[in-house]
């Protein structure tokens, strides 16, 4: 079982930065995909950023130029660079995690953090 923790989310003003942070528990391999995605309330939840383990990224247009995805395979954690936040951002931030076993890709979530953006 691969477990995921979250850190980073808080309350910031409009225009402030914050920046997340995902782990996959030690040990983890073949992790090929690493992202963000979120859930605002009484909405579905939406991507945000993902990256592979080659480097390339997706980002959804909503925060293209303002959120940066990064990632360290050696440590396989994530990382979600939020700049110039706005109050629509608000929502719990949820990392998720795809790794491949035996043939067969698994799909692991994190527990969630609070991001909210005060206008």
């Known amino acids: 079982q691969v477990q995921l923790v979250e850190s980073g989310g808080g309350l910031v003003q409009a225009g402030g930065s914050l920046r997340l942070s995902c782990a996959a528990s030690?040990?983890?391999?073949?992790?090929?995909?690493m992202g963000w995605y979120r859930q605002a309330p009484g909405k579905q939840r939406e991507l945000v950023a993902d990256?592979?383990?080659?480097?390339?990224?997706d980002i959804a247009d909503f925060v293209k130029g303002r959120f940066t995805i990064s990632r360290d395979n050696a440590k396989n954690t994530v990382y979600l660079q939020m700049n110039n936040l706005k109050p629509e951002d608000t929502a719990v931030y949820y990392c998720?995690?795809?790794?491949?076993?035996?043939?067969?890709?698994?799909?692991?979530w994190g527990q969630g953090t609070q991001v909210t953006v005060s206008s």
């Open positions: 998720k995690a795809t790794v491949r076993r035996y043939g067969w890709d698994y799909t692991y």
């Open positions: 030690a040990g983890t391999i073949n992790v090929s995909v």
């Open positions: 990256i592979n383990s080659s480097g390339n990224t």
